[in-house]
């Protein structure tokens, strides 16, 4: 995982007009791409069209986003001190989360991608769980998420998600962790 944010503040802004040797940053309409905003902290993002599941770049454009980018890491950190070590950590999954790529929860964090998802449990690695599924399903479930996040309390649990893949006539294969398989049931 990695993270990738930079602030576009009057002195970066200079830095590059001198490089580049102009007196204005000349701007263009994007095409390909679209800007999004993350709901819970307004903070908006950029992805390529046809590649949500595969991340995209994270616009801190003042210091309230810096602020709320700030605090949505140090939620990570504090609150899941078995999964997030360093703080480093907490901006990665801030990053992710604004990009839709992860959702931390009430005991762990959800993390998603083009090709599947997982839970990790801060406390109980007997609760965590993967699952696989073709890149249709992400966005699927990612335009899921945007109508229904708030009637999901139970993200954490796996048979949340079975309801959810059935809603949306998805397909998906369990990934069973070694510790799944020695005690022979689904735990969630």
């Known amino acids: 995982m990695s993270y990738d944010a930079l602030v ?14 102009v007196e204005a940053l000349e701007t263009e309409t994007l095409q390909g791409f679209t800007l999004k905003t993350h709901s819970g902290t307004g ?3 950029l992805i390529r069209d046809g590649e949500e599941g595969r991340g995209g770049k994270v616009l ?7 602020e709320k980018y700030e605090a949505l890491a140090e939620t990570y950190f504090n609150k899941y001190p078995n999964l997030v070590h360093d703080k480093n950590a907490g901006y990665i999954w801030a990053d992710l989360e604004i990009k839709g790529l992860a959702q931390h ?13 997982s839970y990790n449990d801060n406390s109980n690695y007997k ?3 993967s699952v696989l599924f073709s890149g249709d399903t992400y966005k699927a479930i990612f335009d899921w998420l945007q109508n229904n996040r ?3 309390e139970e993200m954490q ?7 959810v893949f059935k809603n949306i006539n998805s397909s998906y294969e369990r ?5 799944e398989e020695e005690q022979g049931y689904l735990n969630n």
């Open 43 to 45: 903070i908006q993002y």
């Open 150 to 152: 708030g009637s999901i």
């Open 127 to 129: 609760n965590n769980w």
């Open 175 to 179: 990934v069973w962790s070694k510790e």
């Open 60 to 66: 801190l454009q003042s210091q309230s986003d810096i």
């Open 157 to 163: 649990k796996f048979t949340t998600w079975q309801d």
């Open 105 to 117: 929860t009430k005991n762990g964090i959800i993390s998603m991608g083009f090709n599947g998802m």
């Open 8 to 21: 576009m503040d009057g002195e970066l802004k200079e830095a590059l007009q001198n490089v580049m040797g």
